[in-house]
């Protein structure tokens, strides 16, 4: 079984510059949940996708996008970045309607 | 509004010195209560889920408990490898998302 994984491990950027996170999900898990996690901070839920939509978003503005394909894995994209947004960027993947996530490795993400 | 406090937010403990961790909550309708271990730079795994006042789960030294207002994560004889930051999170009913709280910071030293 293969567990969720992401990519870039790694990435540093610039204010205002747009990111492209990516996630694959766990083997047969058809739900991607979205996190930011700053540094001494819980994971704060971004939004959810299910069936290539959206299902559910959490307080964060418009420029945090996202899609999902249909085999499953996801991509968060970032516009306009802000040095605010320095920060883990977790993935979760789960089946629709189980209680368990699991997560993915993250991505650290460094706005200067 | 669903709310998620973790105390201590950091926690020195010699090997082998037992001790708990906690984690009190506001949500309305629990769906469940979820533990997590987190290794600096990297992302939480699981540990446990609860689901209804009085349940227990156990895995190694770990034992999770289960209130209507709180949980506690019981941790018994602590080894170097135990130390990692231990999340909780809660999950409402209806397919809501989990609210984490931020944290225990855990130190086991040898």
């Known amino acids: 079984e293969t567990g969720v994984t992401q990519s870039p491990t790694h990435l540093i950027k610039t204010r205002g510059q747009q990111v492209t996170l990516r996630c694959s999900s766990q083997s047969g898990h058809n739900t991607v949940s979205w996190y930011q996690q700053a540094l001494g901070q819980g994971p704060q839920f971004i939004f959810q996708y299910y069936r290539e939509e959206e299902n559910g978003r959490g307080n964060f503005p418009p420029r945090f996008s996202g899609l999902q394909f249909p085999n499953y894995s996801s991509e968060l994209n970032v516009n306009a970045l802000e040095l605010d947004d320095s920060a883990l960027y977790l993935c979760?993947?789960?089946?629709?309607?189980?209680?368990?996530?699991?997560f993915g490795p993250g991505t650290r993400l460094t706005v200067t | 509004e669903d709310q998620v406090t973790q105390s201590p937010e950091a926690l020195r403990l010699q090997e082998g010195e037992s001790s708990s961790l906690n984690c009190s909550y506001t949500?309305?309708?629990?769906?469940?209560l979820f533990w997590y271990r987190q290794d600096p730079g990297k992302g939480p795994e699981f540990l446990f889920t609860l689901y209804s006042a009085g349940e227990e789960k156990e895995k190694e030294r770990l034992k999770a408990t289960l209130t209507k207002k709180e949980s506690f994560l019981h941790i018994t004889a602590p080894k170097p490898e135990d130390s990692a930051t231990y999340l909780c999170?809660?999950?409402?009913?209806?397919?809501?998302?989990?609210?984490f709280g931020k944290g225990t910071r855990l130190s086991v030293i040898a």
């Open positions: 979760a993947s789960s089946l629709y309607g189980s209680y368990e996530q699991y």
């Open positions: 949500v309305s309708g629990l769906r469940g």
């Open positions: 999170a809660v999950q409402a009913a209806g397919n809501t998302p989990l609210v």
